[in-house]
């Protein structure tokens, strides 16, 4: 028999938001490992909110305090995961951050490079909290 897993809603911190990222734990192992290839900074996750466009970073350690739901232990939908790279702060300091967009299974790279160039960022920080300036590219 399979053990079921668990799907975590991971929440979006702006409050005039209130949507959540549904994270089975399989897509959140996907998330870690490609991120693990890009970069060493892999405790904190920077998502993407697909509702209120906003950029946050979600702390792994804080996962036990998030809603977690049970869920079949194969993925039903699997969503299409992107990695953006922010390359640009307001000062320049040469330190990316990568971005993860979760999104529905269907969706093209380029909808989601047009729409990534009308992101949010006002809230969104490079490693060493400069503001990062858009566009994002793909990694
Ligand atoms: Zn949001
Ligand atoms: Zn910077």
Redesign the pocket.
């Known amino acids: 028999m399979e053990l079921s897993r668990l799907e975590y809603h991971i929440p979006c911190p702006y409050s005039e938001c209130g949507a959540y990222i549904p994270l089975h734990e399989t897509i959140l192992e996907g998330i870690v490992q490609g991120l693990a290839k890009l970069t060493t900074d892999v405790g904190g996750i920077t998502f993407q909110c697909p509702q209120c466009k906003g950029i946050f970073v979600f702390e792994r350690d804080r996962l036990p305090d998030v809603l977690a739901v049970s869920a079949p232990a194969v993925v039903q939908t699997e969503p299409r995961l992107s990695f953006l790279a922010a390359r640009f ?7 990316r951050r990568i971005v993860v967009a979760v999104r529905p299974a269907g969706e093209t790279e380029e909808q989601l490079d047009i729409e990534s160039r009308t992101w949010e960022t006002d809230h969104a ?6 503001q ?1 300036v858009p566009p994002l590219s793909f990694v």
């Open positions: 702060c307001k000062s320049n300091c040469g330190v920080w490079c490693p060493n909290y400069h990062i």
